[in-house]
């Protein structure tokens, strides 16, 4: 086990609402890394969040936002979901000295109908 | 420039056999390679990791080869298990920035 919780375990939304998904990062982890894992596919890099504040963001419009509290959990937004949006979302965490060695949740499943 | 391509798409090894996956990179600011297992239903697990500073990294029946100057690097599983059994994804990322790029995965079978 990685430390690493997100929740729920999965979700099924319709087109147009709206989603929070949450995580809770490893102890000693102070940033956190959002992906989007669609079907047989790799995951996609979607933003980093380190001191409360988006740290890179990828290929992703503003209708995906986040946040991260001060004890470095994080929640991802969705607004206005599209029928492409269902996947499985994945965050992992990472120290500040090195972003790179991240370990991963087990994801929340998110399916939009 | 910001792709990994990785292949096979899927793998069928025999039991004792070794599996080998290969993984393409563009981007030479990349300085960090991991490997990632997945079972179905599970996040990914970091497997084994290199960086381009060495040619060869070995964690128990798992290595890394890394070729800098073809860009390529892969990952050799020996003595394959039937719980090896899972998908394979290499990645990339550069100076620490923490945004890794992922290849297709690699949906790997080991036969008894």
């Known amino acids: 086990e990685t430390g690493v919780t997100q929740s729920p375990t999965h979700l099924i939304k319709t087109r147009g609402q709206q989603v929070t998904l949450r995580c809770s990062s490893q102890?000693?982890?102070?940033?956190v890394s959002w992906y989007q894992q669609a079907l047989g596919q790799g995951p996609q890099f979607i933003f980093q969040?380190?001191?409360?504040?988006?740290?890179g963001r990828g290929n992703f419009p503003p209708r995906f936002s986040g946040l991260q509290f001060p004890n470095y959990s994080s929640e991802l937004n969705v607004n206005a979901l599209e029928l492409d949006d269902s996947a499985l979302y994945l965050c992992?965490?990472?120290?500040?000295?090195?972003?790179?060695?991240?370990?991963f949740g087990a994801g929340t499943r998110l399916s939009v109908l | 420039q910001q792709q990994v391509k990785q292949s096979p798409q899927s793998l069928i090894v025999q039991k004792g056999g070794i599996s080998i996956i290969n993984c393409a990179y563009e981007n030479t600011a990349f300085d960090y390679f991991p490997w990632y297992q997945q079972f179905p239903g599970k996040g990914p697990a970091l497997l084994i990791a290199?960086?381009?500073?060495?040619s060869e990294k070995k964690e128990g029946r798992f290595t890394i080869s890394f070729n800098k100057s073809a860009k390529q690097f892969s990952l050799h599983i020996m003595d394959s298990q039937p719980g090896d059994s899972a998908t394979y994804f290499c990645a990339a990322s550069a100076q620490l920035g923490g945004k890794l790029i992922f290849g297709q995965g690699t949906e790997l079978s080991v036969k008894p």
């Open positions: 969040y380190y001191r409360e504040e988006e740290n």
């Open positions: 992992a965490s990472s120290r500040v000295g090195d972003k790179n060695i991240q370990y």
């Open positions: 290199i960086r381009p500073d060495v």
């Open positions: 102890s000693g982890h102070n940033t």
